[in-house]
C-alpha cells in the first residue's frame, strides 16, 4: 500500500505502475479523482450488458403477454386477441426491472462483491486513504510484483509505502 498526499501524484503513480506492467492494482481516495479511469480502465462491457438485459426483458414482457393470451382468450367488448397497445405498459416496466436487476447483479460480480475484507484494510495506516491522502494498492499476485522492486518504485514516486500483511 503506497500513500500520495496529492491526487497528482497518485495519478502519476498509476501511469508509471502501468507502463511498468503492473495490471493488479488499486486507488484509494478519498474523493473522485479526474482522470484514474483513464489510467486503469473501465469497463466497456457494462452498455452491452444492460442493453442484451433490455432485450431479454422486452422479449419476456411480450412473450408472457402473448402467451397467455393466446393460451387463455378472452373476448373483451370486441377488442383484438393480440392488441399490442396493451402490451406496452407490461413490456417496458419488465424491460427496466431486468435491466436495473440484472445490472446489479453483473455490478456485483464484475466487481468481486460481496467481499468480506478487502487486503487493504488490513492496513496500519489504511484510515489516512478514508481521510485525506490518496493510495495505491498493488496486490502480490500480480505478475510484475517484486516486494522490493515494488516499495522502491513506489518511494521514488513520493510515496510512503506500507506493506499489508496476510495475517
Known sequence: MAYFDAPEKLLRA????REKGYRRLEALTPNPVEGVEAVLGKDERI???AFA?????AGL???LQVYTTLDYPHNAGGKPLLGWPAYIPVTFELTILTITVGIFLYLLYVNGLPLSAHPAVRARAYARVLLDEYGVFVYASDPRFDLEATRGLLEGLGAEVEEVRRD
Not at 14 to 17: D, E, F, K, M
Not at 53 to 57: F, R, S
Request: aromatic fraction near 14%; proline fraction near 7%; charged fraction near 5%.
Open 53 to 57: 438485459l433490455g432485450v431479454l426483458g
Open 14 to 17: 498509476l501511469r508509471v505502475l
Open 47 to 49: 452498455p452491452w450488458v
Open 61 to 63: 414482457g411480450l412473450f
